[in-house]
């Protein structure tokens, strides 16, 4: 007679040695990719929060050193910080506001049956594909009025009093980069909608359809509520990419004129790379995290308050 | 929705009205960039903004590709990209599948990290990154780009692939494994080749990011040689804001790559953005 094996609860009941083996070997997988990402992101993510906390200044190397919050104290008095967080603030807004809902009605019209299809839908998502400086220098110069078409456009329907570059002007130039974005960000909204309304069973849609509903209704009804998750998850994760999206409106203005369009993101870029004050860069950008980790927070708990799942 | 629906003349007149709104949305600065690229020099102040040039020319181009240093940009671009889109695809097919075919103590706090890398500034880490390569000797190097851009794909290019896995049933291996496979022989000679378009998709999308990364090749390369694509335009375009001509044929000459990506990814799109989902 064979005594049946027992095991105290917690430990495994298989021969150690596959049981390390099955423990191990994902890791052997994992390991090129965790190597990679704790040496190259993970590592500088650490030493960049500490400079934050010291004067590192490539154009004064002999004055390094732990200085505590001082970097903290310079930027709560630069005025310069508060004008990029406010910035910040519309940059992003103005983009998600515009991305969003252009590409909702894109992803709409992209669900129903129309001729040419797939050619339509392969050329609405081009502009994803354009490099983004690239997306950034072509938006720059259609505002251009010597060479782009759009000032002269602004000022026949009466929106500009002549034809002049939006760029260079202080209160209207946040517009061209926000106009970039919405144009390169329209298809990743559209996609990832899309997505989620091919998920929509269409017997709901017969249904309410059987049952005398408008189509506003079916909409408000039965896509909205469908979509929702989708669109809670995508509009909280865009809005911070494109709160640290640097890269259009440091090639179409470098964060000018006069400050007006600097975010933080550029304003952390520009810090490191022109003034290569990186001590001061890694404040602000320890900052600019801290509002965005603030922000993910907030919703967390919002949506923990609203959604009763 | 309105496939039931009897949909009056006004409303379908409205539906493609709208979508040519959306096409044209999409082309106009692309036809813009293109239409100034094929402008001859001369025309450009008189018809600059008209909206078809009366004479066409492909002189800008061959200035661009003769007489500047485009070709060698346009090279270093392309062994940056294609580098790291081929490491890249390698490292995240490895973890995608330890994700998709393993529950392990720690799983949880690996994609956990990797989330998070998605999410932080990654202009927070420009200066030490800026410090640590130059303290190994590799500034103005194509190789320090590489590394760089590869750490920064890898978890996107994870997600990605372990979505692709998720989609091969388990079954397929574990037969594969009772008749005497290992699971690496499994890895490599049932699941691997079921994968390839999924390893074509990821490669396509790697190759598109790396191919209009700018800031941190601007902070990394300063001297013409190594010069990426994207940093040689920008550096042209503030030393000859004039040449208008020059400066659009060369961009339409960095849209090429990427179009022809995006051909070849298109049908990926909706798995791609939406298993990444915070990727650009």
């Given at each position: 007679?064979?005594?049946?094996?027992?095991?105290?609860?917690?430990?495994?009941?298989?021969?150690?040695?596959?049981?390390?083996?099955?423990?191990?070997?994902?890791?052997?997988?994992?390991?090129?990719?965790?190597?990679?990402?704790?040496?190259?992101?993970?590592?500088?993510?650490?030493?960049?929060?500490?400079?934050?906390?010291?004067?590192?200044?490539?154009?004064?190397?002999?004055?390094?050193?732990?200085?505590?919050?001082?970097?903290?104290?310079?930027?709560?008095?630069?005025?310069?910080?508060?004008?990029?967080?406010?910035?910040?603030?519309?940059?992003?807004?103005?983009?998600?506001?515009?991305?969003?809902?252009?590409?909702?009605?894109?992803?709409?019209?992209?669900?129903?049956?129309?001729?040419?299809?797939?050619?339509?839908?392969?050329?609405?998502?081009?502009?994803?594909?354009?490099?983004?400086?690239?997306?950034?220098?072509?938006?720059?110069?259609?505002?251009?009025?010597?060479?782009?078409?759009?000032?002269?456009?602004?000022?026949?329907?009466?929106?500009?009093?002549?034809?002049?570059?939006?760029?260079?002007?202080?209160?209207?130039?946040?517009?061209?980069?926000?106009?970039?974005?919405?144009?390169?960000?329209?298809?990743?909204?559209?996609?990832?909608?899309?997505?989620?309304?091919?998920?929509?069973?269409?017997?709901?849609?017969?249904?309410?359809?059987?049952?005398?509903?408008?189509?506003?209704?079916?909409?408000?009804?039965?896509?909205?509520?469908?979509?929702?998750?989708?669109?809670?998850?995508?509009?909280?994760?865009?809005?911070?990419?494109?709160?640290?999206?640097?890269?259009?409106?440091?090639?179409?203005?470098?964060?000018?004129?006069?400050?007006?369009?600097?975010?933080?993101?550029?304003?952390?870029?520009?810090?490191?790379?022109?003034?290569?004050?990186?001590?001061?860069?890694?404040?602000?950008?320890?900052?600019?995290?801290?509002?965005?980790?603030?922000y993910a927070v907030i919703l967390l708990v919002l949506r923990r308050k609203l959604v009763k799942i | 929705m309105s496939a039931l629906r009897q949909s009056s003349p006004l409303a379908v007149t409205g539906k493609y009205l709208a979508l040519a709104f959306y096409v044209g949305f999409a082309l106009f600065p692309l036809y813009w960039l293109a239409k100034i690229a094929v402008t001859p020099d001369k025309?450009?102040?008189?018809?600059?903004?008209?909206?078809i040039p009366s004479r066409f020319t492909f002189e800008n181009f061959r200035t661009v590709l003769l007489a500047t240093d485009f070709l060698a940009y346009f090279r270093n671009s392309l062994i940056v990209s294609l580098g790291t889109a081929a490491i890249t695809t390698c490292i995240a097919a490895a973890a995608g599948y330890a994700f998709s075919r393993f529950d392990f103590r720690g799983k949880r706090l690996v994609v956990a990290v990797m989330l998070i890398t998605q999410m932080f500034p990654l202009l927070m880490i420009i200066a030490p990154i800026y410090k640590i390569v130059a303290a190994v000797g590799l500034l103005n190097s194509l190789t320090s780009l590489i590394i760089v851009y590869t750490a920064f794909n890898i978890p996107f290019a994870t997600f990605l692939m372990q979505s692709f896995f998720d989609g091969i049933p388990k079954d397929l291996e574990e037969a594969g494994m009772i008749d005497g496979c290992t699971r690496f022989q499994a890895l490599r000679k049932i699941i691997l080749p079921l994968t390839l378009p999924g390893l074509g998709a990821t490669l396509g999308f790697i190759f598109t990011a790396a191919w209009s990364e700018l800031l941190f090749a601007l902070m990394l390369i300063n001297s013409n040689d190594t010069m990426t694509f994207p940093v040689g335009l920008l550096t042209f375009v503030s030393k000859f804001s004039v040449d208008w001509g020059q400066m659009m044929a060369a961009g339409v000459l960095a849209l090429v790559p990427s179009c022809l990506f995006f051909l070849f990814i298109q049908r990926y799109l909706v798995q791609g953005l939406t298993s990444g989902a915070v990727k650009g």
């Open positions: 007679m064979t005594a049946i094996e027992t095991t105290a609860p917690g430990t495994s009941r298989a021969r150690p040695s596959f049981y390390l083996k099955y423990m191990v070997e994902p890791y052997l997988y994992l390991s090129p990719a965790i190597v990679l990402i704790a040496l190259v992101m993970l590592v500088p993510l650490a030493i960049g929060i500490s400079y934050a906390f010291q004067s590192v200044n490539l154009l004064r190397p002999f004055q390094t050193g732990w200085v505590g919050f001082e970097n903290f104290q310079t930027l709560w008095s630069d005025r310069k910080f508060w004008l990029a967080l406010t910035n910040t603030f519309w940059w992003t807004l103005g983009s998600i506001f515009f991305q969003f809902f252009l590409g909702l009605g894109l992803a709409l019209l992209l669900n129903t049956q129309f001729h040419g299809k797939r050619l339509v839908q392969a050329l609405v998502f081009l502009p994803w594909a354009v490099p983004t400086f690239l997306s950034a220098l072509t938006w720059a110069w259609l505002f251009n009025p010597t060479i782009g078409p759009l000032p002269h456009w602004l000022a026949a329907v009466g929106i500009l009093s002549e034809p002049f570059n939006i760029l260079g002007d202080p209160n209207l130039a946040m517009w061209g980069p926000v106009t970039a974005n919405v144009w390169f960000g329209i298809p990743f909204f559209a996609i990832t909608l899309l997505a989620a309304l091919q998920s929509i069973p269409g017997e709901l849609y017969e249904a309410a359809e059987i049952d005398g509903a408008t189509v506003w209704q079916s909409f408000t009804k039965i896509t909205l509520p469908f979509l929702a998750p989708m669109i809670a998850i995508t509009v909280m994760l865009r809005t911070i990419w494109i709160a640290n999206f640097a890269d259009l409106i440091f090639v179409m203005t470098g964060g000018g004129p006069a400050n007006s369009t600097q975010i933080l993101s550029t304003y952390i870029f520009t810090t490191a790379f022109r003034k290569l004050d990186f001590g001061y860069a890694s404040a602000i950008a320890v900052a600019l995290l801290g509002l965005l980790l603030l | 025309l450009i102040f008189t018809e600059g903004t008209a909206l």
